[in-house]
């Protein structure tokens, strides 16, 4: 009996993951859909065109190696545990995410205070950041704000993403992250804060929401600092 039930909660863990795959894959087909309509309706601009297929090849990168990811669940694989340069995947994920911001005319500022390097996988990292720039922009149906800043305090980086949209009562913040729990019908898999909390949690970090109905939300991630203050410039996006 034990044995049946092992296998079930194991089955559920892996079909989970499956339906977070296509959620995780469905963002950056997305992002190659929009630009090649946009390369589409201009063809003769070859300066533009070469920056959004650029881009639209590393999306494609990216769906592969989520892709990659999940295939790899079931055996043991060495986790990715690199210095991840915080800023620049920061400003890579607002990059992507930009033209669903315009597109419903929601201004992005950034910024970027510190030189710091955390441990773990950039690509989760900008998985996590575009998931919860995503939701951020969801959350605001007539135009807003979203807010990415990130600072260093006491040896921890923080990453804090704050939009002015819809916001959440308590009961709807204690229920993130529960898989399939979402409120936007058929235009959402409630998948991504679950993921969010997975891979911020496999990267040693903190997930912190502060939400107020009909103000906005904010959310602050931390990570513990592995590098300090790296030879780089400071970047103001
Ligand atoms: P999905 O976006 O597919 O619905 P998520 O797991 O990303 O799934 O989010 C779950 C739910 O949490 C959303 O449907 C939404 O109701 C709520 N939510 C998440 N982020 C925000 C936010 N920034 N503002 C308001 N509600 C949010
Ligand atoms: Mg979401």
Do not use: C, W
């Not at 009909?214 to 996006?237: A, H, M, Q």
Request: a neutral charge; aromatic letters at 6%.
């Amino acid at each position: 009996l034990q044995l049946e039930s092992i296998k079930y909660e194991k089955m559920q863990v892996v079909s989970h993951l499956a339906a977070s795959m296509s959620h995780e894959v469905r963002n950056p087909l997305t992002t190659v859909k929009g630009f090649l309509q946009l390369i589409n309706e201009n063809p003769s601009d070859i300066r533009v065109n070469s920056e959004l297929s650029k881009i639209a090849v590393s999306e494609i990168d990216r769906a592969t190696e989520v892709i990659n990811q999940y295939l790899n669940f079931a055996k043991p694989h060495p986790e990715m545990d690199i210095d991840v340069n915080v800023t620049g995947e920061i400003k890579r994920s607002k990059e992507i995410i930009m033209p669903l911001a315009t597109k419903k005319g929601i201004m992005m500022e950034t910024e970027l205070l510190h030189n710091h390097l955390i441990k773990g996988d950039p690509n989760k990292l900008q998985q996590v950041l575009i998931n919860l720039m995503k939701n951020g922009i969801e959350a605001m149906e007539s135009g807003g704000v979203l807010d990415i800043y990130s600072y260093e305090k006491g040896g921890q980086l923080f990453i804090v993403i704050k939009d002015t949209g819809i916001g959440m009562t308590k009961e709807q913040v204690t229920r993130l992250g529960e898989p399939y729990f979402s409120l936007k019908g058929k235009n959402g898999t409630g998948l991504g804060m679950m993921t969010v909390f997975q891979l911020v949690s496999g990267m040693n970090g903190t997930v912190k929401v502060f939400s107020k109905k009909n103000k906005g939300t904010s959310i602050i991630l931390s990570f513990p600092v592995s590098v300090e203050d790296y030879d780089r410039e400071i970047g103001v996006i």
